[in-house]
Structure formats: C-alpha cells, structure tokens
C-alpha cells in the first residue's frame, strides 16, 4: 500500500497566500471557483518543465498549484 499523498494546503513545502486563509477554508472548490493557490519551491526544483516560446526559449519562473493539489514532495505540517 502506497503512502496518501498530502495536499498542497497541508504541506510544509507550500505558504499560504493570505494569513487570514484558515483550516476551515472549503477544501472541495475548484480553483476556477476562486479557490487559493500559492507556490512550491519544492515542486519547482524536483520536476522537468518543458517550456517553449519567443527567439530564445523560454523559462519557468516558478510554479503555483492550487490548495488541494498533491504530489509525491509533500511532508504533513506539524
């Protein structure tokens, strides 16, 4: 049996956006729906982006994922 993955929201890895965005925020809304969402410098650096676009390539700044977003690089808040 795998292990769960942990969601982004709950994540060590993953800031929240706003001070004021608690626990109780509905963790069953759709980013298109105004869900929150903030970066991983974690996800960032542990995957292969491929970027294209403009005479010289392009680049990936960072990456934003939305709260109930998961991936393998998640370790449980305290």
Request: aromatic share 8%.
């Amino acid at each position: 049996m795998s292990a769960p993955l942990i969601r982004c929201r709950d994540c060590v890895h993953w800031a929240k956006p706003h001070m004021d965005l608690g626990e109780n925020y509905p963790r069953d809304l759709d980013p298109k729906d105004g869900y929150w969402t903030s970066l991983c410098k974690t996800l960032q650096h542990g995957i292969d982006i491929t970027a294209s676009g403009g005479w010289n390539g392009a680049t990936v700044d960072r990456v934003e994922t939305d709260a109930n977003f998961a991936c393998i690089y998640g370790q449980r808040k305290p």
